[in-house]
């Protein structure tokens, strides 16, 4: 069983930066795959960013919409994924979810194993 926690969401204006928080406990996570989704109001879940054994730089994947704006990493000894979330717009407001999965994390919401309680983003115009 992995138990996932998230922190640091609020309120920002567009342009402005969030980091989100991730504390996982469980077993065998330092080969779980660990990402990150979100769910805009009306809207499916959708992918964000994952972090994929070996968690080298190029193990790392954004969705279209984030890329180079978001970044991922880890901190394998506190078992916590974060996210860096850097020119905020109006679109990026959502509830953002921690996830993780055996070896990787699928693009398919549907396929994730573990998921946190959500943590709410907004970032106003």
Sequence with gaps: ???????????VQAGG????SCAASGRALSIYGMGWFRQAPGKEREFVA??????????RNYADA???????SRDIPKN????QMNSLKPEDTAVYY??????????NPTAVVYWGQ?????VSS
């Design 80 to 83: 916590t994924v974060y996210l």
């Design 50 to 59: 994952s972090d994929t054994w070996p968690f080298k730089t190029n193990d």
């Design 1 to 11: 069983q992995v138990h996932l926690v998230e922190s640091g969401g609020g309120l």
């Design 66 to 72: 984030v890329k180079g704006r978001f970044t991922i």
């Design 98 to 107: 921690c996830v993780a999965n055996p070896n990787h994390i699928p693009a």
């Design 17 to 20: 930066s969030l980091r989100l």
């Design 118 to 122: 959500g943590t709410q983003v907004t």
